[in-house]
């Protein structure tokens, strides 16, 4: 069974781009979250993902987006790109909507906005 | 104030070694705790639930103090591939289906021979 798995693992982006990061849960694992860690920081929540719809979203501006597809990836999108969007972007699987502690991570892409 | 704090560390500690983190969270609401685990430029890891039992695995032991808002992890024996940075998080549950996890910055632990 594969773990949970993000593409692409780095990426360098110019301020005001756009980009789109992926991420494949486990099997079986119907609920997705994103997570921003800047460095020196905790992981901070940006939204879940479940049945293709946003559940719930944190502190984020709406330059941040998802998507579900109906095989449960997700897909991140961040507009407008500022230099303090450089970060590890995790993503996290779960299952059943909820999010009590069982959440296993993939291994993030790192983003460098310059 | 930020929701989950924790002792800023670094902590260097020789191999075999006690150590002890405190985490405390600021809203009272919070109903699920657990410490992840984090490697450098790895994914955490879940490492353990903690309940206001007190909870114990292997050579760790959490404790919850609701009333004191606060959380601990003791690690005991410590070893070489203990050394990582120790995340303490709380999950918030909103209108009754569980909520996000809120992480701490995390706590470095470097263990030494």
């Known amino acids: 069974d594969a773990g949970v798995t993000q593409s692409p693992t780095h990426l360098i982006k110019t301020r005001g781009q756009q980009v789109t990061l992926r991420c494949s849960p486990k099997s079986g694992h119907d609920t997705v979250s994103w997570y921003q860690q800047a460095l020196g920081q905790g992981p901070q929540f940006i939204f879940q993902?479940?049945?293709?719809?946003?559940?719930q979203r944190g502190n984020f501006p709406d330059r941040f987006s998802g998507h579900q597809f109906p095989n449960y990836s997700s897909e991140l999108n961040v507009n407008a790109l500022l230099l303090g969007d450089s970060a590890l972007y995790l993503c996290?699987?779960?299952?059943?909507?909820?999010?009590?502690?069982?959440?296993?991570f993939g291994p993030g892409t790192r983003l460098t906005v310059t | 104030r930020k929701e989950v704090e924790q002792d800023p560390g670094p902590f260097n500690v020789p191999e075999g070694a006690t150590v002890a983190f405190n985490c405390t969270y600021s809203?009272?609401?919070?109903?699920?705790f657990f410490w992840y685990r984090q490697d450098c430029r790895k994914e955490p890891k879940l490492l353990m639930s903690v309940y206001s039992s007190g909870n114990e695995d292997g050579r760790f032991t959490a404790q919850l103090n609701r009333a004191s808002q606060y959380i601990s992890l003791l690690i005991r024996d410590s070893k070489l591939s203990d050394s990582a940075t120790y995340l303490c998080v709380v999950n918030r549950d909103y209108g009754g289906s569980q909520g996000n996890l809120i992480f701490g910055k995390g706590t470095k632990l470097s263990v030494k021979p």
């Open positions: 993902y479940y049945e293709e719809e946003e559940r």
């Open positions: 809203n009272s609401a919070s109903q699920s």
């Open positions: 996290a699987c779960s299952v059943g909507g909820g999010a009590v502690g069982k959440q296993y």
